[in-house]
């Protein structure tokens, strides 16, 4: 098996909106709308000041996915990751192929000079909360909030 994590590129599109639409189904927040992931999942790809997609390859095939956006921090003075998206498609979880993906993406954070990655992740979600906990991400005292207009 050939497993690579790389940058997403335009042909990877299709394949991480089915990824996307597969995450969207096991979070209670959002729901899947295809035409929505592509634009966004689009406005990442031709804006890397504003973030960089990430891929996992299986075999030459995209088998997960994670989104990076970029921000500043006062806190931090400096360029921090709100990390997003991060999915293995059913059939390749358990396998490692998670923790090789948010490692990459940590990784390449660190290289860029960023000092923090924030996540967020559904509080009832025990695998995911898990997952994230053994990669050494710990729980805030902040708490996510959302104003969505009209």
């Given at each position: 098996?050939?497993?690579?994590?790389?940058?997403?590129?335009?042909?990877?599109?299709?394949?991480?909106?089915?990824?996307?639409?597969?995450?969207?189904?096991?979070?209670?927040?959002?729901?899947?709308?295809?035409?929505?992931?592509?634009?966004?999942?689009?406005?990442?790809?031709?804006?890397?000041?504003?973030?960089?997609?990430?891929?996992?390859?299986?075999?030459?095939?995209?088998?997960?996915?994670?989104?990076?956006?970029?921000?500043?921090?006062?806190?931090?003075?400096?360029?921090?990751?709100?990390?997003?998206?991060?999915?293995?498609?059913?059939?390749?979880?358990?396998?490692?192929?998670?923790?090789?993906?948010?490692?990459?993406?940590?990784?390449?954070?660190?290289?860029?000079?960023?000092?923090?990655?924030?996540?967020?992740?559904?509080?009832?979600?025990?695998?995911a909360l898990d997952f994230y906990a053994g990669l050494d991400?710990?729980?805030?005292?902040?708490?996510?909030?959302?104003?969505?207009?009209?």
């Amino acid at each position: 098996m050939n497993i690579v994590v790389d940058f997403a590129t335009a042909m990877d599109l299709e394949s991480m909106a089915d990824l996307l639409a597969e995450l969207f189904e096991l979070e209670s927040d959002f729901s899947p709308d295809r035409a929505k992931q592509m634009r966004g999942l689009r406005l990442v790809l031709d804006n890397p000041n504003a973030g960089r997609l990430f891929v996992l390859r299986i075999d030459g095939q995209v088998a997960g996915m994670a989104n990076a956006l970029i921000t500043v921090s006062t806190a931090e003075g400096c360029r921090v990751v709100l990390l997003e998206d991060v999915i293995v498609q059913a059939r390749y979880r358990r396998m490692g192929h998670g923790r090789r993906l948010v490692e990459h993406v940590r990784d390449w954070a660190a290289t860029e000079g960023m000092t923090r990655i924030t996540l967020l992740a559904d509080r009832d979600n025990r695998r995911a909360l898990d997952f994230y906990a053994g990669l050494d991400f710990r729980e805030s005292a902040m708490v996510a909030l959302r104003y969505s207009p009209g």
